[in-house]
């Protein structure tokens, strides 16, 4: 099974960028539809964004459209997150997931539940 490591998070100011990144071992990538998802304090596990497995297809928040660019290498066993114009209410703990059993052209899932594999998450802090 796939193994994730998530990398890139930090503290920034509100208006800066932080690129994200997900490294993964073990199985090759382009098995898995990947997502990321967030988790402030205080509340539930959120869907940011999520790509298809040949990254085809995407899938963003709403509240992210725009400012948020998900990409995958699936030659590198990679996937990107490049997170643009930061608000404070972007952080959290940011956690890669990937999901096993979709079809190459399936649109990649917004519900926690269809991951079954996670990163240990990586924290963004935007200061306003």
Known sequence: ?????ESG???VQTGES????????????NLYV???????PGKDREFVAAISRWG?????????KGRFTISRDNAKNTMSLQMNSLKPEDTGV???AAGSGFAAYT????RAGEYAYWGQGTQV???S
């Open 18 to 29: 932080l690129r994200l990144a997900c490294a993964a071992s073990r199985d090759p990538l």
């Open 9 to 11: 998070g930090g503290l």
């Open 107 to 110: 649109p990649p899932p917004d």
């Open 56 to 64: 085809r297809l995407t899938n963003y928040l709403d509240s992210v």
């Open 34 to 40: 990947m997502g990321w998802f967030r988790q402030a």
């Open 125 to 127: 802090t935007v200061s």
């Open 94 to 96: 940011y956690y890669c």
């Open 1 to 5: 099974q796939v193994q994730l490591d």
